[in-house]
């Protein structure tokens, strides 16, 4: 079993800061990707930020130059700085990593979700 579990979210007002933590534990293997996604009310849920085991990160459009991703490989954790926020960054924030685990019937590689933390942003 593994497990992600996110904490971090919160209120915050328009230009302030937060910092997402994501930490994944169980019988890992090795992690490959991992990511944030954010999901709005009444929109669908789209990603934010990826990041490589190598530490090459990419952002969406809307978020470059203000959230920051980056990760601890050794303790399994994806971050997300978050700077400059701004209403519409208003959503849930989902983890999501593509782990690695093995089993009885050898390497099984799938996507893990974790349960999502609210961040809310006030103008």
């Known amino acids: 079993q593994v497990q992600l579990v996110e904490s971090g979210g919160g209120l915050v007002q328009a230009g302030g800061s937060l910092r997402l933590s994501c930490a994944a534990s169980?019988?890992?293997?090795?992690?490959?990707?991992m990511a944030w996604y954010r999901q709005a009310p009444g929109k669908l849920r789209g990603p934010v930020a990826t990041i490589t085991s190598g530490g090459s990160a990419n952002y969406a459009n809307s978020v470059k130059g203000r959230f920051t991703i980056s990760r601890d490989n050794a303790k399994n954790t994806v971050y997300l700085q978050m700077n400059s926020l701004k209403p519409e960054d208003t959503a849930v924030y989902y983890c999501?990593?593509?782990?690695?685990?093995?089993?009885?019937?050898?390497?099984?590689?799938?996507?893990?979700w974790g349960q999502g933390t609210r961040v809310t942003v006030s103008s």
């Open positions: 169980g019988s890992i293997f090795s992690i490959n990707d």
């Open positions: 999501n990593a593509e782990v690695v685990t093995m089993t009885e019937k050898g390497r099984d590689e799938r996507d893990y």
